[in-house]
Each structure stands twice: as C-alpha cells, then as structure tokens.
Nanobody, 119 residues
Framework: EVQLVESGGGLVQAGGSLRLSCAAS????????IGWFRQAPGKEREGVSC????????YYADSVKGRFTSSSDNAKNTVYLQMNSLQPADTAVYYC????????????WGQGTQVTVSS
C-alpha cells in the first residue's frame, strides 16, 4: 500500500527556514507527482507546490513563489520542501500527497506536520 510520512515541521521565528521531508513507500516517484498542501486554522486547504518526479518540473502557489523550493531524491523516494523567509501566514499543518499528475485532488495523503512561525 502507498504510504506517505511527513517530517521536519516545528517552530521557527519569522524570517527563518525549515525543510520538510515526505518519505514514500509502496511506489516510486518516477511515475507520480508529489504535491505539498497546507491548512491553517479557519482556512481551506491550500495547494503549495507540486513536483513531477519524472522530470523534476515544479509548480508553486503565488503565495510561496521565491521562498519555497520543492525537490526530490528519487533514490530515497523522498521529496523535500525547503521553506525560506517564513512568515506567520505560513503557519499551518503541511501535508504531502501523491497522484498520477499535479492536481488539487491527489490520490493519497500523508498525516501532516505542523509548521508554526512566530513573529
């Protein structure tokens, strides 16, 4: 069965950085896309980024462009989200999710990891 496990969340001050990891089992990335989503209290789920592991192409929400970078290590079946210049508005539970292609409706979700940015 497909399983995704996020890690790397935590508490950081505004302007700081965190690196999230999404480790996958049950499939390899070469035929899948991995997206990052987040949900803040009182807000709907928001798509953050997506990476097509077959060619490494990436897509980002306007709110994080220039600050967040998604990358993959196919040998480890792991996708990373490097988050720089974090702002309090980035506070949310972050989820990775897999699908056949980048989509707001992926097929499989991880359990989430909390990111809290203090001002």
């Amino acid at each position: 069965e497909v399983q995704l496990v996020e890690s790397g969340g935590g508490l950081v001050q505004a302007g700081g950085s965190l690196r999230l990891s999404c480790a996958a089992s049950g499939f390899t990335f070469d035929d899948y896309a991995i997206g990052w989503f987040r949900q803040a209290p009182g807000k709907e789920r928001e798509g953050v980024s997506c990476i097509s592991s077959s060619d490494g192409s990436t897509y980002y929400a306007d709110s994080v462009k220039g600050r967040f970078t998604s990358s993959s290590d196919n040998a480890k079946n792991t996708v990373y989200l490097q988050m720089n210049s974090l702002q309090p508005a980035d506070t949310a539970v972050y989820y990775c999710a897999s699908g056949l292609y980048c989509s707001p409706f992926p097929d499989c979700w991880g359990q989430g990891t909390q990111v809290t940015v203090s001002s």
